[in-house]
């Protein structure tokens, strides 16, 4: 059984940011891990990961054509982890032929929490990544994260924690979340990188009461990637997916403060304002009006 660095193999030295990621190939199963994680037992449970959603104990959070996710607590080096893990399914004949010159949906994962961490931007504790190829065409793969406690989606946090405080107290807690919720976004467009998803679902708030202090960690890593430049068209529609999802809970005042935010001194432009608040909401309707026909 072979390993090399994970820094080696799945990104470049200026993102090798997780070094301790060894790699095992197991027969047709190449396994990227954590070295904290690394023992044999779990080696050969990743080796067939789908077994891992036969667990008794494993809660299926969401099986559908592309992806299926499973949530469960496993010993590993001597301590127990709550894992999410993520099958990226191959569903079709041509992405099948074209898959031995595609990166797998884990290792993109991986590659994307190490982009992240490089940025100083908060993403799941990733544990292990996994390809399974045959011929070298992907037959399925596998990303493997720790679960985050006290973690609840972006819209979920607005309505049930911040929406009901009333008062200067309500109204400076909002202006707060809208604040770091929009520096995320600043962070990733400054650093050149798009995630290709970017609603409310894939965003986690984290609350630290005893701290005062107020986490927010993206989800959903196989589709980020940094570009040399990202364009202007990528960043509006960053916009308008959490436009079209939180977007729906917020009044106009909240959403120019999150737009404010985002635009720091740029927001005093009128020009610049303009142009991106019509560019986002235009771009919304267009999107509800292609929703809506498909639906």
Not at 16 to 26: E, S
Not at 85 to 90: C, D, G, I, L, P
Request: some cysteine; aromatic content about 8%; glycine content about 6%.
């Amino acid at each position: 059984m072979g390993s090399t660095l994970f820094c080696e193999k799945l990104v470049s030295r200026r993102l090798a940011v997780f070094p301790d990621f060894v790699l095992h190939q197991c027969g047709n199963a190449a396994i990227w891990v954590d070295r904290a994680c690394v023992e044999q037992q779990f080696i050969d449970r990743l080796t067939d990961a789908d077994c891992l959603f036969a667990e008794p104990h494993c809660q299926i959070i969401k099986d559908q054509r592309k992806i299926k996710v499973g949530r469960l607590t496993l010993p590993i080096a001597g301590r127990p982890r709550t894992l999410f893990v993520k099958r990226y399914n191959t569903f079709s004949l041509r992405y099948k032929l074209t898959s031995p010159f595609l990166q797998s949906g884990g290792f993109r994962a991986l590659r994307g929490a190490a982009i992240l961490r490089a940025a100083q931007i908060p993403t799941a504790l990733p544990v292990a990544a996994v390809e399974n190829r045959r011929g070298g065409a992907l037959i399925k793969s596998f990303f493997l994260s720790e679960e985050i406690a006290g973690g609840e989606t972006v819209d979920a946090y607005w309505r049930g924690r911040l929406l009901g405080v009333k008062g200067p107290e309500g109204f400076a807690l909002r202006r707060r979340f809208l604040a770091e919720l929009a520096q995320i976004f600043k962070t990733l467009h400054s650093e050149q990188i798009y995630h290709n998803d970017l609603k409310d679902a894939n965003v986690l708030a984290v609350a630290d009461r005893r701290e005062n202090h107020l986490r927010l960690i993206l989800l959903d890593l196989d589709g980020v990637v940094r570009m040399s430049h990202l364009s202007p068209r990528r960043k509006v529609k960053n916009l308008v997916q959490i436009n079209r999802t939180l977007g729906r809970y917020l009044r106009q005042p909240e959403k120019l403060y999150f737009l404010k935010s985002y635009l720091n001194a740029g927001f005093a432009q009128r020009t610049l304002r303009r142009k991106l608040m019509d560019s986002v909401m235009r771009e919304s309707r267009r999107v509800d009006r292609l929703k809506t026909r498909h639906d």
